[in-house]
């Protein structure tokens, strides 16, 4: 395997619009909206994009982020994250992603979170053998 | 809404090692394969690829399907199929996917099974408003 790619682009997409289970009425930013903030004042590669998007249809495992990057990485949605608290443990996660040519981080190298909360993978244009 | 780029190639991506919840030692190819096998064999429209993945890592949501086609479609994984009895269900979801220039199908358009099913969905590259 060789680095020489693992600079590539990679999107942090953050659904906004989630509310985490919580009722539909309460006041301020909703959690899901608390995390892209967060995420956006977080120490990040220079290579990661934090990006908003409304709505990943996950509404059942919100807060939601899905990370992808470029055409040779696999792109992951993750779940069940809580809102801002969770920012540190999203922001480790992308770093480490980046830090790939094709977006597999080795399982010991995952948080907890991450290996329990993977919603779906997809594979790159190119699907490997 | 204009039709000119509904025609951009479809990736139908099905996770083939799938086995729905069925125990580990069964015979013969598991659901997702048989699943895989069938939509092969269905009656698609030309411009959609059915194509055979390894784990979408949505165990517990099996059998899944991934949608995508194009950097203007959004991305949609369904899960919670049961094998190839479902091919005819998905070749119908596919099909109306395929004819839409953002991968946006109506909801009243949508199958039920759509519709209770969505397990995530993601943005194009160029992200919508």
């Given amino acids: 395997m060789t680095m020489a790619d693992a600079t590539a682009p990679v999107d942090l997409l ?3 619009t989630c509310r985490a289970g919580q009722p ?3 006041e301020g930013p909703r959690p899901g909206t608390q995390l892209f903030e967060a995420l956006q004042a ?4 220079e290579n990661v ?3 908003g998007v409304a709505c990943f249809s996950n509404c059942d495992s ?3 982020v899905t990370i992808r990057g470029g055409d040779e990485r696999w792109t992951y949605v ?3 994250f809580t809102g801002a608290d969770d920012a ?3 922001a480790e996660g992308v770093t480490k ?3 790939t040519v094709d977006g597999l981080v080795p399982w010991r190298e995952r948080s907890t979170h991450f290996r329990k909360n993977c919603i779906a993978r997809i594979p790159p244009l190119e699907i490997p053998e």
Same sequence: chains 1, 2.
């Fill in 42 to 45: 977080s120490d990040l590669p």
């Fill in 49 to 51: 994009t934090v990006k």
């Fill in 62 to 64: 919100g807060c939601s």
């Fill in 14 to 16: 953050v659904c906004t």
């Fill in 97 to 99: 992603y980046a830090e």
């Fill in 78 to 80: 993750y779940g069940n």
């Fill in 88 to 90: 540190e443990l999203v």
């Fill in 24 to 26: 539909t009425d309460i």
